[in-house]
């Protein structure tokens, strides 16, 4: 009996339009929606749009072309959104929002010259450094996972590093800064722990 006063409901004219016909087409519009969103969100995400900033196309993207995360014996290639952007929606999104401030700092030219770029270099560094370890290098560990780790086919340096890591629970960033771009200048004792 509830189910046919809905349907009645959904099929009954108002003004115009059908509630059920209102109702479809709200979903098919907020469908299209979604998908543009998305669509939008994940081309974002791509090297074609970092290297669309000469910030990034002639500051970092050099640096990156010389490390392993760009040419490797496997041809396995890590993009600046795997290293840069979390998979997961939620954190995909706070992030998004967090690199307006980057687009804020393109917009007012703070950072359009080499050398105003290598003037914030260490901030934006460290802003990243951090934002990395507070999230327990997340971005690292969807590729890298000391768990998964043979560090018995590791020579002993690396061996004993990726033990202590484990034992003291650090992450990633801890002891990898500068794997994918050089080390700013002026980093003090504590950038380095």
Known sequence: MKLQRLWALLKKPSARYSLGSLLTIGIAIGIIFWGGFNTVVEMTNTEQFCLSCHEMRDNVYPEYKETIHYNNRTGVRAVCADCHVPRDWTYKMIRKVQASRELWGKITGTIDTPEKFEAKRLELARREWARM??????????????????????????????????????????????????????????DEE
């Open 133 to 190: 370890k507070a999230a327990d290098s997340r971005e690292c560990r969807n590729c890298h996972g000391l768990a998964y780790m043979d560090t018995a086919k590791q020579k002993q340096r690396a061996r004993k590093q990726h033990e202590m890591a484990r034992e003291d629970g650090m992450t990633c960033i801890d002891c990898h800064k500068g794997i994918a771009h050089h080390k700013p200048e002026g980093m003090t004792e504590e």
